[in-house]
């Protein structure tokens, strides 16, 4: 189930952008429908754990055996929903995934905004507080020479930790998400994947 994705019509007050884009975990599943324009074309190559966005211009390399889909027309209906409420506010839900054992999640949004990662986080934060359970003040990360932010929080039962930083004018946030008794043997996995990002030639 994804809760706390309500959007403002677009030409609605300043900030609508900024709304409510946390989500819950579910069983991931393949249905048919029909495609979903992306903004951001991408590709996620198994065989070497890569995920790759050509037309933002940066690589990801997942540790572990995780299985990642890109194409909003492989999601569940629920993830089909929430990609196109993204669209409609002017963002994508670029990729969607889990562990093979279904223990651990992640998800990658991105959004044109031009804001900076610590400005971003917080207003994230800010707009889904009714809807976190419990939280900590977002950080400064950095993933190599790449500075972020990364937030904590606790919903639904699971814990979440998201990682925010800008290629070029774009804002781009990636969530890992995994039960509260797994999460501290997992963050440093999840803090050397977002270490891996490599910037490519993108837009520019």
Sequence with gaps: MVTGSRVPPRNSAPGYRYRRFLCVPVVLAIFCTSPLRQFYPDAF?????VYENRSLGFLLTFRGNWSIITDPAEMNRTYRAFAKTMQKAGGELLFLGSTVE????????????NEPPQEYAH???????????????????????HPM????????????????????????????????????????????????????????
Excluded at 45 to 49: A, L, T
Excluded at 124 to 142: A, C, G, H, M, Q
Aim: aromatic residues 18%; proline residues 3%.
């Design 123 to 145: 207003y994230i934060r800010d707009l889904n507080k009714s809807e976190v359970d419990d939280d900590t003040e977002p950080v400064d990360f950095y993933a190599g020479e």
């Design 45 to 49: 190559f198994p065989e070497d754990n």
């Design 149 to 204: 932010v990364k937030w904590v929080y606790d919903k639904a039962g699971y814990r979440f930790v998201e990682f925010f930083f800008v290629i070029d004018t774009y804002d781009i946030r990636v969530s890992f998400w995994t039960k509260p008794q797994l999460f501290t043997g997992f963050l440093q996995v999840f803090e050397e994947i977002m270490s891996t990002l490599t910037l490519t030639a993108g837009f520019n």
């Design 102 to 113: 279904g223990l651990h999640g992640v998800k990658a949004l991105a959004i044109n905004l």
